[in-house]
């Protein structure tokens, strides 16, 4: 994995982008759509369509950084069951980059006790 360190925060976008955008597009996606700011230094992750190609974005303290990875076995996991802007952690993101399928963690909300 190319980042590492495990204190990052990462935000994967639940969307399918265009995998054509660049910096000023992603930057874009996260302002606008994600309502977070691309130069705090967390990773973005994002998702095309037919979910076999991903780009990151990264502030690295200097300038903006994109990972483009294209997953040739399979395809990454669908996001439409996690919220638009969702935190996962780095090793999620590692285990999603090596084509692994997550489930989302249960909570209090969707969590029920039979007696």
Known sequence: MIFNSRKLQVFLY?????MRKGHDGLCG?????M?????SGAIFLFINKS?????CLYFDGTGLVIVHK???IGSFMDFSSFDDTQKIK????ALIFEGAKLKLPLSPDNLKIYK
């Open 14 to 18: 639940r969307e399918p982008v265009d």
């Open 29 to 33: 996606i996260v302002a606008e759509k």
């Open 35 to 39: 309502n977070l700011d691309f130069m």
């Open 51 to 55: 979910r076999r190609l991903s780009k």
């Open 70 to 72: 294209r997953i040739e």
């Open 90 to 93: 780095m090793s999620e993101l």
